[in-house]
């Protein structure tokens, strides 16, 4: 299992565009992804549990990665954070 950990820098926290292409992006591994928070995790390749976390600007995400490709679904998952949110 692999994890990282982001803190939110958009000033709009995680809405509908940004979630849309992160989900897109995680669907293309076949392991599993939950993304959350110490109170709640959620599937990270559905958006509606993406979109319910309410995320905002200087929240701190978590992302876990288990399975098949877990390593460059996290490599991927970061480089997205960073240049999108």
Known sequence: MKEIKYVIKDEL?????PAGLLVKMLAGFSGEVQIGTPQKMVDGKRIFGIMSLGLKQGDEMTLTFDGPGEDEAAAAAESFLKGNL
Not at 13 to 17: C, E, N, P, S
Request: without cysteine; charged residues 20%.
């Open 13 to 17: 926290g995680i809405h509908a565009r």
